[in-house]
């Protein structure tokens, strides 16, 4: 299960809005509870992919060491990525699947024609062959 606050699932929004027709990106910063992550911030990234921004994202190395001070420095976790795909369903991608890390949370906005269509989020199994999906709770703060 992954819990989100109002304020978080709001910036995701917004970014995947700002970002149409190209792919955004950005962190998760939380916590992990047993089978619960708990989602309390986000950070924005520029997508660094070279040529396919409608189509891909990539998050630079240095942006990964980035997140992971910012979550030392706050107390926090990296707990996963998020990303849009503008005018696709919120399902991953085998792009997505061989760019991804066991352990992580992933979640999807699907942005069509402009405007908001779903959210998702998922996991990698550990053998890295597939996605399984995950619950998203909306948590009232």
């Known amino acids: 299960m992954l819990t989100l606050n109002n304020d978080t699932s709001k910036s995701m929004q917004e970014h995947a809005l700002a970002t149409f027709p190209e792919e955004c990106c950005g962190f998760l910063f939380g916590s992990f509870e047993d089978d619960k ?31 992971e001070k910012y979550a030392d420095e706050n107390g926090l976790t990296l707990v996963g990525v998020y990303h849009s795909h503008p005018n696709h369903p919120a399902m991953p991608s085998e792009t997505d699947r061989l760019a991804a890390m066991p352990g992580f949370t992933y979640i999807i906005h699907s942005i069509m024609d402009g405007e908001p269509a779903d959210v998702t989020a998922w996991e990698l199994e550990e053998d890295r062959s597939k996605f399984r999906a995950v619950e998203i709770v909306n948590n009232e703060e």
């Open 37 to 67: 992550v708990s989602v309390e911030d986000v950070n924005i990234v520029e997508n660094n992919h070279p040529d396919q921004k409608a189509r891909r994202f990539l998050i630079s190395p240095e942006d990964y060491m980035k997140a």
